[in-house]
T-cell receptor
Framework: DQQVKQNSPSLSVQEGRISILNCDYTNSMFDYFLWYKKYPAEGPTFLIS?????DKNEDGRFTVFLNKSAKHLSLHIVPSQPGDSAVYFC???????????FGRGTSLIVHP | EAQVTQNPRYLITVTGKKLTVTCSQN?????MSWYRQDPGLGLRQIYYSMNVEVTDKGDVPEGYKVSRKEKRNFPLILESPSPNQTSLYFC?????????????FGEGSRLTVL
């Protein structure tokens, strides 16, 4: 059973609009959350993270929101740009563990 | 330049022919791991290593072996490859053992087993 779910395999957005990528997790013990971005023919790269003591973390156009009670996190990209077109993976873990668990990814396409 | 290097990037092989995918990092990272990416399944961890001579199974270790004799290298060995091991493989490293550190990934190795 999946511990981390990205229920939207794909998302299509117009340039300049907001992209919202969602991630749900099942284990309330998870307390650290990361987003990775992957372009075709490249390895994933770290994008942004948040710990459970916060409910929001912002880095430029990228903001991650965490709703612990709902076991839900989301990545907002504002404004979206064509260069943001990639697969986005959320990853979760607990601070005492070594291994992040990845979701299956959401493919974002930003149309010019 | 800080990087994780995997070789080969592309390989086509036949069932049963042993192969090794090498992984090397130049960042003096303690933690290294191998993932496979399959359509609709995301990134699944095969094996990981906390440090030299310390390795452990991930979620999908069957059919794979690893070794960590030096800190910088973490090869993935397929002793007898089978078609269900056709996949895109990523090696990753991290400075510490905590999940809070970011993972640095290699560019991937696309393996086809006929």
């Amino acid at each position: 059973d999946q511990q981390v779910k990205q229920n939207s395999p794909s998302l299509s957005v117009q340039e300049g609009r907001i992209s919202i990528l969602n991630c749900d997790y099942t284990n309330s013990m998870f307390d650290y959350f990361l987003w990775y971005k992957k372009y075709p023919a490249e390895g994933p790269t770290f994008l942004i993270s948040i710990s459970s003591i916060k409910d929001k973390n912002e880095d430029g156009r990228f903001t991650v929101f965490l709703n612990k009670s709902a076991k839900h996190l989301s990545l907002h990209i504002v404004p979206s740009q064509p260069g943001d077109s990639a697969v986005y993976f959320c990853a979760v873990g607990s601070g005492g563990s070594y291994i992040p668990t990845f979701g299956r990814g959401t493919s974002l396409i930003v149309h010019p | 330049e800080a990087q994780v290097t995997q070789n080969p990037r592309y390989l086509i092989t036949v069932t049963g022919k042993k192969l090794t995918v090498t992984c090397s990092q130049n960042m003096n990272h303690e933690y290294m791991s191998w993932y496979r990416q399959d359509p609709g399944l995301g990134l699944r961890q095969i094996y990981y290593s906390m440090n030299v001579e310390v390795t452990d199974k991930g979620d999908v270790p069957e059919g794979y072996k690893v070794s960590r004799k030096e800190k910088r290298n973490f090869p993935l060995i397929l002793e007898s490859p089978s078609p269900n091991q056709t996949s895109l493989y990523f090696c990753a490293s991290r400075i510490g053992t905590s999940v809070t550190g970011e993972l640095f990934f290699g560019e991937g190795s696309r393996l086809t087993v006929l």
